[in-house]
């Protein structure tokens, strides 16, 4: 029996195009889960202070964003969250920041909660540089650090490559959208169905502040392979701290991940003389 090849490359191009269209109409539920508020609903947090806030990023676009207060600040996170909900449920992250005596800024993306406006990746990228904007017309560039947790981490990343802020903090980040799929159809050429890369390794090539990761080693859906790949791009600057056991949802909920926090925010910089280290010696030597 004879293989028809031109049989089974048509079928193999019809199959591409099939899924190829149908990452290109249906990726926008894939990666975005939101969460819409009516426009009345009231913000309320225990043992956090929030201001809420709406701007017109431009004609038909409102970002809206609350802004987490504590007395005498050293500084500002602007928290860029990941593709589900809205800041109704990822506002009680911001306790991880404030304790430590830092002010909040956490928006919501186009279509999120109380945001609207047609959702593209340039619009949402225009969208966080806004909010950024914003908060150096508060605080010096000195004095803000961003955080990106999951899908925010693209963003985050972008936003510390384009401005001078104090720090980089990236929370289970991904390496793309581009290789999320590929981890799912590797088999499939998906770029040119992609309508919602957001490249954070691309980013952080031209980040020239601390780059902090943390990830956690049993995350499932982003696994630490991807924090070790992003460590390796601006490794000079980066460090990457492993929450042991953590998966993607629930690092938050490992005490490790709030000592690291700790140690972040607290900058301890430790002069080590490396000539007086093991540094420079080697096993071949006698």
Known sequence: MKIDIYFILTIAVTVILILGLLIYFFQHKFFFQPEKLAPDFKFAYDNLKAEEKTVETEPG???????????????????????????????????????????????????????????????MKRDSQFIYDIAKKEYSEDKIIVYGRSLGSGFAARLAAKNNPRMLILTSPLY?????????????????????????????????????????????????????????????????????????????????????????????????DMDKTSMNESHRKN
């Not at 793309?176 to 390794?201: D, E, G, V, W």
């Open 61 to 123: 676009a409102k970002i809206n964003y609350l802004h987490f207060l504590v007395d005498h600040p050293k500084g500002v996170v602007i928290y860029l969250k990941g593709n589900t909900k809205s800041i109704k449920g990822w506002g009680k992250f911001a306790i991880d920041f404030t304790r430590l005596g830092y002010e909040v800024i956490m928006m919501d993306y186009r279509g999120f909660g109380k945001s609207t406006g047609k959702r593209t990746v340039e619009a």
């Open 176 to 272: 793309s959208l581009l290789r999320t799929i590929h981890r799912y159809l590797p088999f499939m050429p998906a770029k040119p169905f992609l309508r919602y890369n957001i490249p954070t390794f691309h980013y952080l090539k031209n980040v020239l502040c601390p780059i902090k990761i943390i990830h956690g080693s049993d995350d499932n859906l982003v696994p630490i392979k991807t924090a070790i790949d992003l460590s390796e791009i601006n490794p000079k600057l980066t460090r990457l701290y492993v929450i042991l056991g953590a998966g993607h949802i629930n690092i938050h909920q490992f005490e490790e991940y709030h000592r690291v926090m700790e140690e972040i925010f607290e900058e301890r910089k430790v002069f080590i």
